[in-house]
């Protein structure tokens, strides 16, 4: 299994900014697939998930209301639309996936089989 991330960039606040995550390999709909993120000096901190199937969603406080999590199934593909964004959102955004057959999502990073290379989200003030 390999993910592949890309979207992010340079951005003033207030801006929007969509990142894309594709999964090569086995049946995508099998995974629970999520977004973390680390800032500088920080660890890695859960954003954003999405349960197999789509059915359940979940997003830390701090991005609750600005940003959306969907998947594409027929395209193996994650999207995260991150709306209004702000200078602490700046980190480099991880997409994971979770190899499980609930149909919940999982806020821990243990929880996860397989992360992509990270992309970096610079919001400017």
């Known amino acids: 299994v390999q993910l592949q991330a890309s979207g992010g960039g340079l951005v003033q606040a207030g801006n929007s900014l969509r990142l894309s995550c594709v999964l090569s390999?086995?049946?995508?709909?099998?995974?629970?697939m999520s977004w973390f993120r680390r800032a500088p000096g920080l660890e890695r901190e859960f954003v954003a998930g999405i349960s197999r199937g789509g059915r359940v969603s979940d997003y830390a406080d701090s991005v609750k209301g600005r940003f959306t999590i969907y998947r594409d199934d027929a395209k193996s593909t994650v999207l995260l639309q991150m709306f209004d964004l702000k200078p602490e959102d700046t980190a480099v955004y991880y997409c994971?996936?979770?190899?499980?057959?609930?149909?919940?999502?999982?806020?821990?990073?243990?929880?996860?089989?397989?992360w992509g290379q990270g992309t970096l989200v610079t919001v400017s003030s």
């Open positions: 994971a996936a979770d190899d499980t057959i609930s149909g919940v999502v999982q806020r821990s990073r243990s929880a996860y089989d397989y």
């Open positions: 390999g086995p049946t995508f709909g099998r995974f629970a």
